[in-house]
């Protein structure tokens, strides 16, 4: 069956680092564009970045630009979101979502904490 595990999340302090990992199974990963949500209790969820199936694109929200960078191994059907110099508004459960056409795959969701 489709599953989408999440991995990396955790505390970190202020200016900190981490990189989440979203490992894909039960789907042909390279015919998805891969995206990284995140949200904050009471909220909806927002967009953090994209990237192609060939990741030759990326998109990211603004807040994140130049501290974030997403990217995906087709080989090992996984997809990566490496974060720096984290702030305590990048609190949030994130969530990996595969999407081709109409039909999309989320994950289970992965909790970031950032907190001195």
């Known amino acids: 069956q489709v599953q989408l595990v999440e991995s990396g999340g955790g505390l970190v302090q202020p200016g900190g680092s981490l990189r989440l990992s979203c490992a894909a199974s039960?789907?042909?990963?390279?015919?998805?564009?891969m995206s990284w949500y995140r949200q904050v209790p009471g909220t909806v969820h927002n967009l953090v970045s994209t990237?192609?199936?060939?990741?030759?694109?990326?998109t990211y929200l603004n807040s994140v630009k130049g501290r974030f960078t997403i990217s995906r191994d087709n080989a090992k059907s996984t997809v990566y979101l490496q974060m720096n110099e984290l702030k305590a508004e990048d609190t949030a459960t994130y969530y990996c979502?595969?999407?081709?056409?109409?039909?999309?795959?989320w994950g289970q969701g992965n909790q970031v904490t950032v907190s001195s």
């Open positions: 979502n595969a999407r081709t056409g109409t039909n999309a795959h």
């Open positions: 990237i192609t199936t060939n990741g030759v694109s990326t």
């Open positions: 039960g789907f042909t990963f390279s015919n998805y564009a």
